[in-house]
């Protein structure tokens, strides 16, 4: 058995634990709370084993919260750790933690490919680079935005390869997750220099990728817009669906008036989280104009990048091949069953 201890019980841990905790090949440890709020309680009731910074043990106990451990004991015990820190928290718990600790972890988008506060030297795309990340200690897995880019250009790539001359890609992004407590800002924000283009690169390093990116009020996925310029006449529309038919985690949906629509169905439907864990192109939206597709689809923020790092594991720990992890991340998270739903659904 492969011992997993989720280090962070916020948006994304608690997706993890959910997944990972149903998984008979492995030990789930538990997560890690660092404060001492009502999710402790959820983490208990769903039977999460809970582990704390050892200085803050006493406010648990004042609270009554059923601790197992410091986060130390929790790292000393696990084969491997999933970092779900917030942005950027992760690179202190590598050099505190894991480091000194001999233990390997997974790492989410919100860290430092490049510069001081690098964390790795490679972030995965299953539709990528799945392969590459077996030998790893640590990996970034990418971003909900930088997965579903993956996700949407391999197929491209692999089908018309050279006819391709560049990517222009918008991103219209959630200001907050349906959890979260902070307020949506009344304002649609830019980025002066988005991380996504950069991190694209790094697991499809010729792509003529250009990223704009811009938040929006809302709380409800993710939006890309993406023009893909040919060399000559694009192919024709059918040709450009053909490539995402058979797609693992790509819906292809006519029906949807919006994001709210997508996610509030996934509720309805009783899924995990109200994720759908995949990426959904609006069919009615594609346009073919002379040399270029527009194809516009939405990603699923929250539970993208579960099945993700469901499937970086199997490559570093478990060395398994990529048909055989997303077999098994199929059987885990549903995703065909899903995709035929939602396209159901929204035809
Ligand atoms: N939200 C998304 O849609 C999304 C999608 C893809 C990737 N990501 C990436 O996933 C990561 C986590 O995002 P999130 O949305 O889950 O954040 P979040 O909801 O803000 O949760 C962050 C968690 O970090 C915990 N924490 C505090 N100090 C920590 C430490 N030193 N080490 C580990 N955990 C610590 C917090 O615990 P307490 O609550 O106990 O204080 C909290 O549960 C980020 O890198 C983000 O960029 C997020």
Known sequence: MVSIFINGY?????????????????????????????????????RFDVYVPLEQIRHFKE???????????????SDIVIDAAK??????NKKRLYEPMKKPAIFQGGEDRHGDRSVADIIHNSRVNYEKTADKTYVIQ?????????????????????EIKRYDLTLIR????????????????WDKNPHHQDDVKDFIPSANLYVDAYKVPS????????????NGKSPSRDRILEAFH????????????????????????????????????HQELLRVQDDTVKIA????????????????????????????????????????????ILEEEFN
Do not use: W
């Open 63 to 77: 609270r009554n919260y059923r601790i197992a451990g410091t986060i130390k004991d929790a790292i000393a015990e």
């Open 10 to 46: 916020g948006n994304i841990g608690r997706r993890l634990a959910s997944a990972l905790s149903a998984d008979k090949e492995i030990k789930f440890v538990g997560i890690a709370k660092y404060t001492a709020d009502n999710k402790t309680q959820e983490a208990l009731e769903k």
């Open 219 to 230: 709380r409800m996925m993710h939006v890309h817009q993406m023009l893909v310029r040919f």
């Open 87 to 92: 942005e950027g928290g992760g690179f202190e």
């Open 174 to 189: 959630r200001s907050a997750d349906l959890e979260d407590s902070k307020q949506v800002n009344d304002s649609i924000e």
């Open 142 to 162: 990418g971003s909900c935005n930088v997965s579903g880019i993956g996700r949407v250009m391999q197929p491209l790539i692999e089908k018309f390869g050279n």
């Open 297 to 340: 689809y939405s990603d699923d923020q929250t539970g993208m990048v579960i099945p993700e790092n469901y499937l970086l594991l199997q490559s570093m720990i478990f060395k398994r091949s990529k048909t055989e992890a997303i077999r098994k991340a199929n059987h885990l998270f549903q995703i065909s069953k899903k995709k035929k």
């Open 246 to 281: 058979n797609e693992f985690g790509i819906a292809l949906l006519s029906s949807a008036k919006g994001t709210a629509d997508v996610r509030t169905k996934a509720l309805q439907l009783g899924f995990e989280h109200g994720d759908t864990n995949m990426v959904h192109i």
